[in-house]
Every structure is written in C-alpha cells, then in structure tokens.
C-alpha cells in the first residue's frame, strides 16, 4: 500500500486536476486521499459547487478519500492553508508522498527554497524590504535573491511553485517523513483565463461558468454530467450575501474588527472607514485594497466577519479529519489508519456529536 495526498480545492474538479491524480498513480500510488477546501476557498468566496459535488467529481476521477480541510485553514493565507492541510496528511499515518502540481516541477528545489524563507538572515532582510512598502511575496523573493541567488529565489516567482514552498515548510516543521512530489503543471497557468487545448484554469472556468459558457471540453468524461445535473452557478451568489455582509459589519466596532484574523498595522480603522462610507460589498473591498493589502486577503476579512470567526478561535492545528466521501479503496486507506491516525475520524455526524 503506498499513499498519496493531494492538497486540493477543486474549484470546479477539471483535466488538470484528473493529471495531477493520474501522476500520482503512474509514480506507483495505490491509494490516493484529497485534502480539500469545504464550501468557502482561499480567496474568501463561496466555492463555485458545494462540497458534497466537488467531492462526487473526485471520486468519479481518481480520488479515494475526500477529507474536509476546515474552514479556518481552507480560507486562510497560503501559509495556513498549507499546514493545515500538511498535517491532516501527516495525521492519518499511512500517508507516504504528498503530491503537488508546479510551475517548475523540481521538489528538491522548491525544499531548498522552503529552507531559505525559514533562514534567519532571509526573515531580517525581508522585515527590512516590509518596512519600505513592498507586498509580502516581493519582499520575501528580493530577500532570497540577494541572500540565495536566483536559483532558489525563481521558485518564489510562481504561483503553484510559492504554495509547493509552503507545504515543504509545514512538512519541515511538522518532522515529517512525507516526501514532496512536484508534478509539473500542464496546459494553463494558474488564474490564467487562457486555454490550451483540453486545459483551462479553475478561475478560467469559473468566469466560463459566470457567463453560461460551457466548459465540458476542460472536463473529465465521468464529471461532466455531474456538473449538468448540479444547480449551475452565476456570480450572483455573493451578491445574495451582500446585505448581510453590510450589516454585520456595520453593527462592529473598530476593536471588534481589530479582532478578526489577519487584521494588523490598524487595518480594522481603513475596513471600519470603508464600511461606513461604502455602499456596497464591492465598493468596500475597493476602498480598502492597496499595494500591501490584497484582495484575497480583505475578502477572506469579510468572510471572518460574517461568520463570526475571530483570531482566539483559531486552533493551532487541526482537531479531527471529516471525511466527505470515499471508495472501496478509501475504506482500506481507513482501515489502515486506525491504528496509526493521530486525529479522531468524523465519518457519521454521530461521530462528531462523540467529540
């Protein structure tokens, strides 16, 4: 038995991702677990089919086992998201690769650079590069060029590369014995509204879907009348969101704002003047967006809002694997793990109503 894991959002599942598993198989995997973000992303929006969909759809193209990531790390910066999804894999104990798709396809790389941005020398320099305005990913790329050299520092560059960093990292801290493989990335880049050929990127395909356009050619066979039977989505849905987003907000203090994740450097006083002077969920984001602050980041801020989720609830690591769904080969990989999982298994609610 030799064990995969995916870190995934699967937003929608389509032909890069259905690669990205059968890589995995073709490096020897027998049995592959998927780590994937519930119903909101990293981005801090509603994923664009609910999870129970997105679970069918990997299931249908070469998952076994479908995890919960939980929400405070699946809509959460790059190096949250990353460990937690690390540690689940690391959790169930019979995970033995933890596979990933790069822009450079090189892990022993993309593990030279997880070690530089951890390097004491690299952390001062980039305080120092923060310290003059430059955005986080900049300051950390400039800081490792010019301790590291070019070489490491082209990782941090690319987007899939820069998240392959992150997991090294967490796999790093956590002691683990997972090895990284990097799958190079085919097709599309990443956020790239471009296609080629049968590939397109998940966001591509989200604006495809916004705009009543079809998307089965960038589909696996087996997802495309999945996604037919499901209620379409339209880039409404926020919108449905939006008098409720205003009116929590709104009703908040300054330092009840203070109190959500990711606020620092007086950030809940721009979100609290944005708030009070916008008139809408877009106009607001836009008030407070700058170089420093992007947009990901405020929207995941307004998501923490609206569900009430503030930095003192956020455990320091996961507390439990949910599992979505599974296969034959899924209930093997759980048979397997009984003995070794270092988490509690939440298949039934009963389970979760147990802890």
């Known amino acids: 038995m030799k064990t995969s894991a995916v870190i995934c959002e699967f937003n929608p599942f389509h032909n890069g991702h259905a690669y990205l598993l059968q890589e995995a198989r073709k490096r020897g995997a027998t049995h592959i677990i998927t780590i994937m973000s519930g119903n909101f992303t990293q981005r801090g929006e509603p994923a664009i089919f609910d999870k129970y969909t997105r679970t069918r759809a990997a299931l249908m193209c070469g998952a076994d086992l479908v995890a919960e990531l939980p929400l405070t790390y699946a809509a959460a910066y790059a190096e949250r998201f990353a460990y937690g999804g690390v540690y689940l894999a690391k959790a169930f104990g019979c995970t033995n690769e933890l596979v990933f798709g790069s822009e450079s396809g090189d892990a022993d790389a993309i593990i030279k650079a997880a070690k530089a941005v951890s390097d004491s020398a690299v952390r001062k320099l980039m305080k120092y590069e923060l310290s003059g305005g430059m955005t986080f990913a900049a300051a950390r790329e400039k800081a490792v060029f010019d301790i590291c050299g070019n070489e490491i520092s082209d990782i941090l560059g690319s987007p899939n590369d820069i998240l392959g960093v992150e997991y090294c990292k967490a796999l790093l801290s956590l002691n683990s014995a997972i090895r990284p493989v990097a799958v190079k990335r085919i097709g599309a880049e990443h956020d790239s509204h471009d296609t080629k050929d049968e590939f397109a990127s998940a966001s591509a395909l989200r604006g495809m879907l916004y705009n009543n356009k079809s998307i089965s050619h960038y589909l696996p066979d087996a997802a495309k009348g999945l996604y037919d039977a499901s209620v379409l989505p339209d880039e409404s849905r926020i919108k449905r969101l939006e008098a409720a987003f205003l009116y929590r907000l709104r009703s908040m203090s300054k330092e009840e704002i203070a109190l959500l994740p990711e606020i620092s ?82 298949v039934r609610y009963s389970d979760a109503a147990a802890l």
Do not use: C, W
């Open 265 to 346: 450097e007086g950030l809940e006083n721009r979100i609290f003047s944005a708030v009070h002077n916008g008139v809408s969920y877009d106009g607001i984001l836009s008030s407070v967006k700058t170089k420093r602050y992007t947009m990901s980041r405020i929207r995941r801020i307004m998501l923490y809002a609206l569900l009430g989720i503030e930095k003192r609830s956020l455990s320091p690591s996961p507390q439990y694997i949910r599992v979505l769904g599974m296969n034959e080969r899924g209930k093997e990989i759980i048979r397997a793990s009984e003995k070794t999982a270092a988490l509690p298994f939440i």
